[in-house]
């Protein structure tokens, strides 16, 4: 990264003008200084994430980065991650998304694993599908751990692993800081999730545990917060009252709050918890 005090001029008019090759001049420059190199120009024109018209110095291009990934690109070498990131989340909620929609539910927790992993391998941690941890093959010590501490006990009537989709552990200790239940149509799954849910917060060994919910909501029952009886859907008050973070997939608005969020969301409030936890 160059060191300097003062943004380089980059403004279009005199770098080539609005054509291509001037927009990936600029851009070229401005990533540069932001400590990246040119990988990303042409996507990023592609995708039209820079609005060049407003372009003067490298720094606006930064700024405009920074609106629109946020913390990521303060990450080293994450703006590639929070571009992946973008790509991946375009084709589960627009118009590529009609496919897996129809698909076994399994291939949308598996996506979603990989949308996360490289992320949160950054914050010293490992996610692991539920599918992982309850087939027959010997676990390694470092998985037989993390099953131990999701078992349910039901004392004379056994023990069940909670029917949760992803587990985000410390792989130093196998310590279990979050589950994840990946859902894509809500409606039918509130109450199954919300009873793992209570089950966690009766086992004081669990009741730290982080719950969390990633779901299309393709049956809407997110999307508005408060409507005027008879129409309003409880769903979402139900879901908000006790899971910790719910996060959408999605390409329409809907009215976010403190625990309702876009999915870009997860990552950072992921952080904030394990920095609470230090």
Known sequence: MKN??????????ARGGTSLDGMRTILADALYEIG??????????????????????????????????????LWDNSLEDAVAFEVLTDSLTGELGTNW?????????????DMIAKLIGKLGLKVVLR???????????????????LTVD??????????????????ENSRVIAVISCIVNLKARIFDTLYWR?????????????????TTDIDKILQIMYLPKPKRKKGRAILEADIDGIYVLTASEFQQSG??????????????VIGENQ
């Open 198 to 214: 209570l089950k966690f917060r009766e086992d004081e060994d669990k009741a730290s545990i982080k719950f969390y919910l990633i």
């Open 36 to 73: 990246y190199d040119s990988t990303l120009v042409d996507t990023l024109i592609e995708r039209n994430v820079i609005d060049f018209s407003v372009v003067n110095y490298t720094s606006d291009i930064k700024d405009q980065l920074t609106e629109r990934y946020g913390e990521f690109i």
């Open 4 to 13: 300097t005090t003062e943004p380089i001029k980059a403004a279009p008019t």
């Open 101 to 113: 929609r129809a698909s076994e539910s399994n291939t949308f927790q598996e996506r979603i694993r």
């Open 131 to 149: 599918y992982d941890l309850g087939g027959s093959d010997a676990l390694s010590k470092e998985l037989e751990s993390v099953k131990r501490q």
């Open 259 to 272: 625990k309702v969020k876009l999915f870009e969301h997860f990552i950072e409030d992921l952080k904030q």
């Open 154 to 171: 039901y004392g004379e009537f056994n023990s069940e692993l909670p029917y949760v989709n992803l587990v985000i552990y410390t792989p």
